[in-house]
């Protein structure tokens, strides 16, 4: 049963809800988070040896076994379990990314490594948000979830993957082909969402499937020569040409978004045109141009139609174009939010308890549960953070002390609920 304080929607300045600004002696898991926040796991060269020394100490300290397993040569994933009673039936994941993306010192208030907090008990630091404060959630729940002598019939396993924010081919997507995954035996996943609250009231975005990434890089080749000629057929008259086309699209689609009050983000395609090369000189016309394009496409587009429509765009810009995928993820499973699944029942249960109204979304990027949906098994993203201005990937994103604390409240209950779901049909 939830104590009576954890039933209120948390505003982040009611004492009752759980966690002040410390004024004086910080919570541990506070500092544990802060620590965590100091290690650089930054690309392009992330420091995992440094948080696969701070993940054992901690696993150590919570008395639970921890695995660190290679995936590549210099890529590892880390384990720390905690075995349910009934160790055969299927296993929770409490999923979190290790890495973080890089953060532009001169835009930022404070260092974005110092884990700098300020007199209202703001934490600033890169992957305060996303998502160093959730894998510190799952280990301070699992720690007073042990203190308070508590054991669950199906085992979890809180695990730490590197290069989610580079697309996870070294990470999530090569480790749920490898034989420890699968010795899991996995049955129900919990991830990140990057959709926060940031209004006073509890409404958590419940993530069921994402938009598939789609990196694209178009080469146009043309006529070279001078600079102050009228030359034909150039590569910058067919980028042109191909530019239009996309971005032609995504303005429509924009439109879309902005005429249908029922529609998100996660409803409509994304598309940006992120990078543009070419050229040697002022004056010299240039033979190769290319332009690479961002799309995130809804799982309802049919993915085989809309790479045919692509096609259809660069043969309609010219001859001598190409296009290579330097990423296209082509699977579209959605974890069902109905009765049909016990392991969202359960959840949704634990939300309820908890007064936390839960909307369901489809996640506008990309986060490491694809993969496990892509592999058959359910997966919910999930952030529990209200009252935050959303600041993943910008400057100065920051996460109130008090906000983390009540979230570690709130994985008590989910993990609790979620880690007693009683044997399945398929499980007898
Ligand atoms: C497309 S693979 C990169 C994954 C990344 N995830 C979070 O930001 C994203 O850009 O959505
Ligand atoms: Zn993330
Ligand atoms: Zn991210």
């Known amino acids: 049963m939830l104590p009576e304080k954890d039933k209120l929607p948390f505003d982040g300045q009611n004492e009752k809800a759980g ?11 506070v500092s544990l988070f802060r620590e965590y926040l100091r290690i650089r796991t930054v690309h392009p060269e992330p420091d995992y040896a440094g948080a696969v020394k701070f993940l054992q100490r ?25 075995e349910g009673t009934n160790p055969q039936l299927k296993s929770i994941v409490l999923n979190s990314h290790m890495d973080v993306v890089p953060a532009v010192q001169e835009h930022w208030k404070y260092d974005p490594f110092d884990a700098f907090k300020d007199e209202k008990g703001n934490i600033y630091g890169r992957g305060t948000q996303d998502m160093k404060s959730v894998g510190i959630q799952y280990i301070e729940a699992v720690r007073r979830l042990k203190a308070e002598g508590r054991r669950f019939p199906r085992s979890i396993h809180m695990m730490f993957v590197p290069d989610e924010e580079i697309g996870g081919k070294k990470g999530m997507e090569a480790f ?34 994402e938009k598939n990434p789609v990196g694209i890089t178009v080469k146009c080749t043309g006529n070279p020569g001078h600079g102050s000629r009228f030359v034909e057929n150039t590569a910058a008259e067919k980028l042109h040409k191909v530019m239009a086309a996309f971005l032609e699209f995504r303005e429509k689609e924009r439109q879309r978004l902005n005429t249908n009050a029922c529609f998100s983000l996660g409803d409509v395609t994304t598309v940006n045109m992120t990078m543009v090369k070419g050229g040697v000189a002022y004056n010299v016309v240039p033979t190769e141009m290319s332009a690479s394009f961002d799309i995130r496409i809804p799982p309802t587009v049919n993915l085989k139609e809309f ?42 249960s634990a939300c ?77």
């Open 19 to 29: 966690g002040l600004p410390s004024h004086g002696k910080e919570d541990p898991a």
């Open 58 to 82: 901690v696993s150590a300290e919570l008395g639970l076994p921890c695995k660190v397993i290679q995936v590549f040569p210099d890529r590892v994933v880390v384990i720390v379990t905690w």
């Open 176 to 209: 749920v082909k490898h034989p420890e995954f699968q010795a899991l035996n996995l049955g129900f996943a919990l991830d990140e969402v990057g959709l926060l609250s940031p209004g006073r009231s509890f409404l958590v975005s419940l993530i069921y499937t």
């Open 307 to 348: 790479e045919e429509q692509i096609k259809t765009w660069c043969e309609a810009a010219g001859d001598g174009i190409t296009y290579e995928f330097a990423q296209k993820f082509m699977d579209q499973t959605v974890t069902p939010t109905d009765e049909s699944n016990p392991w969202w029942v359960a959840f949704a």
């Open 352 to 428: 309820n308890e908890m007064n936390m109204t839960v909307k369901h979304e489809i996640f506008p990027a990309a986060t490491d549960s694809r993969f496990f949906r892509a592999a058959s098994y359910p997966a919910i993203g999930f952030s529990p953070m209200n009252r935050t201005p959303i600041l993943l990937h910008d400057h100065n994103e920051y996460l109130n002390e008090g906000v983390f604390l009540h979230g570690i409240n709130i994985y008590m209950c989910v993990i609790s609920t979620i880690a007693s779901v009683p044997a399945l049909p398929t499980e007898a």
